[in-house]
């Protein structure tokens, strides 16, 4: 079982505490840390939000952090032109040493959208595109040293590109969510991971994912990671969790139920190995306060470590017991 951090900040950070809490979650022996990408928080009403670039930091943590792996969940298809993602990724995984993966989505969230002049399709032409997306920026890592890549589409078109961008170690790609049919046909087509979304009853997203591997798109479900994202709030004692559940608010109330909260790491230690029955190999805890390490230290010693020593002959999946 991998264990990951995704952090989607309350209310936004700085650069300075993003690189703080990442180092925070590499210490506390969590395999990878990942970031949303968004320029608007979880809060409709929150007017102080301060964004940062997704793959801007990322590429910081990259130099600054050294063992753990990183990435977004998810990049937004809308905010970049893939032959430029394709290059931006690329070139965060050579400063990390090979440690990057994109996960990739279609853009949900229109207002931030409308915040930033950034245009936003109707679902299906986000769809369409984000399909296009994802030929092209898996065509280009694939192309071989000394060929061109072309690509001829609706939405986009690349003419004999020679300056094919070149990772430190293919990233692999994740694709998530809770769609039955375009979601999941995608990651059977380009995907590393297929991510069940948010929720604790990930079954059946699973089993259709792995139909649609092997009857639609003729790929083993076996060559594909499967992960799924909890959002978590926990606490030392109560009045602890009652602070942490205060700080998020009714965003947060909504997140968690589809989440787990409680005292110490137990309901979460629960829901991880529940989740492993169903047949998730990575989990990503989905965590809100970007300044609370406290809480990481906590998930640290009460989830990863107490998990580790319940299956001493191997720990989570890619733990080596240090970070950033």
């Not at 087509?189 to 994912?209: I, K, P, S, W």
């Not at 991880?272 to 306060?289: K, M, R």
Request: net charge negative; hydrophobic share 40%.
């Amino acid at each position: 079982m991998r264990l990951r951090v995704l952090l989607e900040p309350h209310h936004g950070i700085a650069y300075s505490q993003l690189l703080e809490f990442a180092r925070a979650v590499g210490e506390a022996g969590f395999e990878g840390f990942f970031r949303s990408d968004h320029y608007h928080g979880i809060d409709a009403g929150d007017l102080g939000y301060a964004p940062t670039d997704s793959w801007t930091t990322l590429a910081g943590l990259a130099v600054q952090t050294s063992r753990i792996r990183l990435g977004t969940l998810v990049t937004a298809g809308t905010f970049r032109h893939p032959g430029q993602l394709a290059v931006e990724v690329a070139t965060v995984d050579q400063m990390s040493g090979g440690r990057v993966e994109l996960g990739i989505g279609t853009g949900w969230m229109e207002r931030e959208h409308q915040y930033f002049g950034i245009p936003f399709p109707p679902l299906r032409e986000r769809f369409d595109r984000l399909e296009e997306q994802l030929a092209i920026i898996t065509g280009l890592w694939d192309t071989r040293p000394g060929e061109r890549f072309s690509f001829d589409g609706k939405h986009y078109r690349l003419d004999g590109c020679a300056s094919i961008p070149r990772p430190a170690a293919r990233p692999a790609i994740i694709i998530g969510g809770g769609g039955p049919k375009r979601t999941p046909t995608l990651a059977a087509r380009y995907a590393g991971e297929f991510n069940a979304g948010l929720g604790l009853d990930v079954r059946e997203r699973f089993a259709n994912f792995r139909r649609i591997c092997a009857d639609v798109v003729g790929r083993d479900p076996a060559t594909v990671r499967l992960s799924a994202t909890v959002p978590v709030c926990v606490g030392a004692d109560a009045a602890e969790l009652d602070r942490r559940l205060e700080f998020l608010g009714e965003p947060g109330a909504r997140l968690f139920a589809s989440g787990v909260t409680g005292v110490g790491g137990g309901e979460v230690l629960r829901v991880i190995e529940d989740l492993a029955a169903q047949g998730a190999d990575t989990v990503y805890l989905h965590l809100f306060a970007g300044t609370d390490l406290d809480h990481v230290r906590l998930l640290g010693t009460e989830v990863v470590d107490r998990l580790r020593l319940s299956r001493p002959s191997r720990g989570p999946a890619g733990y080596d017991g240090g970070g950033g």
